[in-house]
T-cell receptor, first 112, second 114 residues
């Protein structure tokens, strides 16, 4: 799997959009970008994933650059409950690579 | 609501005792997984199951056992052979093993030694 790079931490004001960057410059053509988050003492929560097109669901939007070397997760209206560690990972779909591996992630703190 | 239920939330093990962690899903997923998460560390795969009556060892299977008799259930037994069992245990499931669809997680069981 391609390696990802995320900033270690970021702050966000409640009610504002949170833009979380992820660099994956060595991504290959058949690797998807996935975002998860983990709130303290809870299991990881799947947020969104995509291959090359931008994606949106009820939780967030995923913007993938045209060259696919980076992406941004957007939480449109951050709330205090969005405070968590956010993980960006890339994985080949349809291969025998079944295990998830999280890096250090970005610790996001939403402030009132 | 569909989801993955892990129980209990907290579990304490005595020396020499086997304990079983429950994982149930109502998502109709074929594949299920058990991970271990230690403080400040990432996920490590213990066992996984692609389909009912089948399971495979992950990277750290020693001292653990599993069964997959029903599609909805994938219990993990931590045996007395596991010398360092204190950790946060996470169960996950996905639609199929070979798929771009994501793994979804339960809320975990925190196991400690008495």
């Amino acid at each position: 799997d391609a390696k990802t790079t995320q900033p270690p931490s970021m702050d966000c004001a409640e009610g504002r959009a949170a833009n979380l960057p992820c660099n994956h410059s060595t991504i290959s053509g058949n690797e998807y970008v996935y975002w998860y988050r983990q709130i303290h003492s809870q299991g990881p929560q799947y947020i969104i994933h995509g291959l090359k097109n931008n994606e949106t669901n009820e939780m967030a939007s995923l913007i993938i650059t045209e060259d696919r070397k980076s992406s941004t997760l957007i939480l449109p209206h951050a709330t205090l409950r969005d405070t968590a560690v956010y993980y960006c990972i890339v994985r080949v779909a349809g291969s025998n690579d079944y295990k998830l591996s999280f890096g250090a992630g970005t610790t996001v703190t939403v402030r009132a | 609501d569909g989801g993955i239920t892990q129980s209990p939330k907290y579990l304490f093990r005595k020396e020499g005792q086997n304990v079983t962690l429950s994982c149930e899903q109502n998502l109709n997923h074929d594949a299920m997984y058990w991970y271990r998460q230690d403080p400040g560390q990432g996920l490590r795969l213990i066992y996984y199951s692609q389909i009912v009556n089948d399971f495979q060892k992950g990277d750290i299977a020693e001292g653990y056992s599993v069964s997959r008799e029903k599609k909805e259930s994938f219990p993990l037994t931590v045996t007395s052979a596991q010398k360092n069992p204190t950790a946060f245990y996470l169960c996950a499931s996905s639609i199929r093993h070979y798929s771009n669809q994501p793994q979804h997680f339960g809320d975990g069981t925190r196991l400690s030694i008495l």
